[in-house]
């Protein structure tokens, strides 16, 4: 079936071994070119929507499955057939029942977009991402409440971990790196698909 490829659950790369966060955990070639390109194939298809956050209209346009970051419960449609697969991959290397990812957000970031520093809402647990068509370049820093205290015990807001994140790669954030940490994406110099699953925390 188009737009379904059959994953092999193996890894296809090494962990990342670089100095990232505790809870960090990264794989290059995740995904085969072919797989890359079913993907894009079917994302090039989806009714992309402006984000805005706090007033502001972000640069880059998503697409929400399963649930969205509204606290209102706005009706979002179901995870596509197209990323079931991606899902259980991603599941069996977080070691999670697949159906525990109950949210999907694909995000497509036009050459120029970024995202701002942020820490994912706190109804989500872990955080997945694959990266599509074009790489980048993730950052993170201690994350800092808004009273003023950081789970960090005091160390300075810059960034103290860079992360290349290759095309076809993927990424998880749980413990540490998910919680007491915040990251953020450079504009972009080239059109960049990511897709980010995230469990719902109890």
């Known amino acids: 079936m188009i737009g379904v490829p059959n994953w092999d659950v193996s890894a296809r790369g090494p962990l990342f071994d670089a100095d990232v966060p505790n809870g960090f955990l990264y794989r290059n070639d995740f995904i085969t070119s072919e797989d890359e390109a079913l993907l894009a194939q079917e994302i090039a298809r989806l009714e992309f929507s402006t984000f805005e956050m706090r007033g502001v209209v972000a640069r880059r346009r998503v697409a929400f499955f399963g649930r969205s970051y509204d606290a209102g419960g706005a009706v979002t449609p179901p995870l596509p057939a197209f990323l079931e697969?991606?899902?259980?991959?991603?599941?069996?290397?977080?070691?999670?029942?697949?159906?525990?990812?109950?949210?999907?957000?694909?995000?497509?970031?036009?050459?120029?977009?970024?995202?701002?520093?942020?820490?994912?809402?706190?109804?989500?647990?872990?955080?997945?991402?694959?990266?599509?068509?074009?790489?980048?370049?993730?950052?993170?820093?201690?994350?800092?409440?808004?009273?003023?205290?950081?789970?960090?015990?005091?160390?300075?807001?810059?960034?103290?971990?860079?992360i290349l994140l290759e095309r076809r790669s993927a990424y998880l954030m749980t413990g540490e790196s998910r919680h007491a940490y915040e990251h953020h994406i450079p504009a972009v110099t080239a059109l960049r698909y990511s897709i980010t699953f995230r469990t719902v925390r109890s």
């Open 85 to 162: 697969a991606l899902r259980d991959k991603i599941a069996v290397w977080a070691n999670e029942d697949a159906h525990a990812f109950a949210m999907a957000l694909i995000n497509e970031y036009s050459p120029g977009a970024p995202i701002g520093w942020h820490r994912d809402a706190p109804q989500y647990g872990i955080v997945a991402g694959i990266s599509l068509l074009s790489s980048c370049r993730m950052k993170l820093r201690p994350y800092v409440r808004a009273n003023g205290r950081s789970p960090t015990q005091g160390r300075p807001r810059t960034a103290t971990h860079e």
